[in-house]
């Protein structure tokens, strides 16, 4: 049976990335969830897509200017959902405390070499804190915070984000010892997803909104999907 994430919660129902997001997908059933990790500048696990907080916030600046208590003076503005209530920034810390999913994707965003030591020993502590240690998988794009992932938090699940197919995604998965492939769905072919199942990856496909392409997902065998609507991904894949 293929698993169902919600993305960035329930990205296509809730303003993306919120405590109400990650809510919505619950209630909808869906007990996995994707989201994205930022650094905030007293170095916190800030949960939040963007490096520029214009789009979501309204407001000037970047995330790693501002302290975790700033950021949560902020609200996640969206338009397009009419949402009828505040939804401030979380932290990682909070969301791990409010929400129990039975896998989290949390996926690092680009950092600095540094940054990105500083980002997994945060994770690993927070693991540890919540004792979510199987249930937790560390992915990005970024060879910095895979490399930091595979030297300071080795006994965290690793996954490469992979939405381009000029570099071999599952090659390059393999180099970082990863046990999960998170790919764009445009590059998820039949032929792709048995050699990613051959090389013992998790084949988790990203953003998959459409009934129909959750079905051919299905078909070809694909692990996991990940969704802005996770209820209606739940109800297509229910009998399949």
Partial sequence: MMLVYGHRGAKGIAPENTLAGFRHCLEAGVTRCELDLQLSLDEQLIVFHDNNLKRLTGRRGKVKHKTAAELQHYSI????????????????????????????QLEVKPLSRKKSVIAIKAIARLVEQFELQDRVTITSSSAQVLKAAQHYAPH?????????????????????????????????????????????????????????????????????????????ASATLGNY
């Fill in 156 to 232: 965290i699940s690793r996954g490469l984000v992979a939405e381009y197919g000029w570099l071999d995604p599952i090659k390059t998965a393999m180099r970082y010892q990863c046990s999960l492939l998170a790919l764009n769905w445009t590059l998820c072919t039949e032929q792709r997803t048995q050699k990613a199942k051959s090389a013992g990856l998790h084949l988790s496909v990203w953003t998959v909104n459409e009934p129909k392409l959750m079905l051919r997902l299905a078909q070809y065998e694909v692990d996991s999907l990940i969704t802005d609507f996770p209820g209606l």
């Fill in 77 to 104: 503005r969206d338009t397009a959902l009419n949402w009828p209530t505040t939804c401030p920034i979380p932290t990682l810390a909070q969301l791990f405390a409010c929400c129990a999913f039975d896998h989290w």
